[in-house]
T-cell receptor
Framework: NAGVMQNPRHLVRRRGQEARLRCSPMKGHSHVYWYRQLPEEGLKFMVYLQKENIIDESGMPKERFSAEFPKEGPSILRIQQVVRGDSAAYFC?????????????FGSGTRLTVV | AQSVTQLDSQVPVFEEAPVELRCNYSSSVSVYLFWYVQYPNQGLQLLLKYLSGSTLVKGINGFEAEFNKSQNSFHLRKPSVHISDTAEYFCAVIPMNRDDKIIFGKGTRLHILP
């Protein structure tokens, strides 16, 4: 039973390019969460999605960032026109419906470097 | 809204010594509590959780934590640390009875000294 799969593990983009980060939740998990980790700042919530629905995007920057979790396929976090400040580790986590209280299962993260 | 405060950003401790990592939280509703561990260049792994019942919970790798409702605390302890415990530790909360997200503290980096 594969865990949460994130790819790529490392991503390098030049300023102004687009970054696409993918997350396949654990089998049977219908809830996906994205977090961003910056040094000394811990994990900051970005967005919470269920299949085809954004439930909570209160942590997403208003511009350039978007997320989706289509009916088929992985969840995608998209960053348009990246800037140096977007360099960070982005983690995806998943949980089953009603199972949030048992904690999330995390992926290994995508480390984005903007040059 | 919920918030989590981890009072120490870094904790150095000698190998085989005991350690306590402190966590306090603030919430207007009842919460479930977690500790996660992150080894270098890896994702987060659940160490233990408090849902209800006994306030002392045991987790993996010999860690335990005690929930203190009156002090809004959930400190993590281990009686004897090993070099392999070198990692960052995150305290986290999620509201009960609500479809919501986990809120994390800023983390405590545990340095094991030989």
């Amino acid at each position: 039973n594969a865990g949460v799969m994130q790819n790529p593990r490392h991503l390098v983009r030049r300023r102004g390019q687009e970054a696409r980060l993918r997350c396949s939740p654990m089998k049977g998990h219908s809830h996906v969460y994205w977090y961003r980790q910056l040094p000394e700042e811990g994990l900051k919530f970005m967005v919470y999605l269920q299949k085809e629905n954004i439930i909570d995007e209160s942590g997403m920057p208003k511009e350039r960032f978007s997320a989706e979790f289509p009916k088929e396929g992985p969840s995608i976090l998209r960053i348009q026109q990246v800037v140096r400040g977007d360099s960070a580790a982005y983690f995806c986590a998943s949980s089953p419906s009603g199972g949030q209280k048992y904690g999330y299962t995390f992926g290994s993260g995508t480390r984005l470097t903007v040059v | 809204a919920q918030s989590v405060t981890q009072l120490d950003s870094q904790v150095p401790v000698f190998e085989e010594a005991p350690v306590e990592l402190r966590c306090n939280y603030s919430s207007s509703v009842s919460v479930y509590l977690f500790w996660y561990v992150q080894y270098p260049n890896q994702g987060l792994q659940l160490l233990l959780k408090y849902l209800s019942g006994s306030t002392l919970v045991k987790g993996i790798n010999g860690f335990e934590a005690e929930f203190n409702k009156s002090q809004n605390s959930f400190h993590l302890r281990k009686p004897s640390v090993h070099i392999s415990d070198t990692a960052e530790y995150f305290c986290a909360v999620i509201p009960m009875n609500r479809d919501d997200k986990i809120i994390f503290g800023k983390g405590t980096r545990l340095h094991i000294l030989p």
